[in-house]
């Protein structure tokens, strides 16, 4: 594997439901984001992790919860979605040193959410 | 606030004829520019960057990219493009040393292009 993967790819679930998205990069970096992408809108940053520490969180409901257990791993944790939450869940990782970087992120292809 | 603006959301264009796609950025003291391409169903890649020195920069698939600093911007251009080249296009600006590690990207813009 090269690159930044993304597992599932689609994704249907229940609002009641419990799922997680999962995210490996394998470039040796040591910060990843998760970003929201959904139709006619910008890409939203949700979380960021730097050095497996979150360092941003940009207001993102409870419902979603991240975890890095290592600087190649992210996941996402989904509880009780609603259907708005339907968006392409987009990972992206980066090289920082600290923090003053010219941060060119490197993005995985997505998981295609789908809340019924 | 830091924004990044690209003012077109949809860019129709015939096969082999030039195009120019616009970003600009809110004024700061340093600026580091990106554009991304994301064709259907995947994420985004890398097409070029401005970190420092001159000011057109090329890309990958043809494309390059002028930084402005007087007019704070960015515009992507090919001079001739392909049907392949139909996809989103996103600018993105790292907004200096007090902006860390955050990217601002623009809304995008979708290229489509016909035969």
């Known amino acids: 594997e090269t690159g930044v993967t993304q597992t599932p790819r689609h994704l249907v679930m229940g609002m009641t439901n419990k799922k997680s998205l999962k995210c490996e990069q394998h470039l040796g970096h040591n910060a990843m984001y998760w970003y929201k992408q959904s139709a006619k809108k910008p890409l939203e940053l949700m979380f960021v992790y730097s050095l497996e520490e979150r360092v941003e969180n940009n207001s993102v409901p409870s419902r979603f919860s991240p975890e890095c257990p290592n600087s190649s791993h992210l996941f996402l944790h989904l509880h009780t979605l609603q259907p708005e939450d339907s968006a392409l869940y987009l990972c992206a990782s980066s090289q920082e040193g600290d923090f003053r970087s010219y941060n060119e992120q490197f993005f995985g292809p997505g998981t295609r959410l789908t809340v019924l | 606030a830091q924004s990044v603006t690209q003012l077109d959301s949809q860019v129709p264009v015939f096969e082999e004829a030039p195009v120019e796609l616009r970003c600009n950025y809110s004024?700061?003291?340093?600026?580091?520019l990106f554009w991304y391409v994301q064709y259907p169903n995947q994420g985004l890649q890398l097409l070029l960057k401005y970190l420092s020195g001159s000011t057109l920069v090329k890309g990958i698939n043809g494309f390059e990219a002028e930084f402005n600093k007087s007019q704070t911007s960015f515009h992507l251009r090919k001079p001739s493009v392909h049907i392949s080249d139909t996809a989103e296009y996103f600018c993105?600006?790292?907004?200096?040393?007090?902006?860390?590690?955050?990217?601002?990207f623009g809304s995008g813009t979708r290229l489509l292009v016909r035969p």
């Open positions: 993105a600006v790292n907004f200096g040393v007090d902006s860390s590690y955050k990217l601002i």
């Open positions: 004024s700061s003291v340093s600026v580091y």
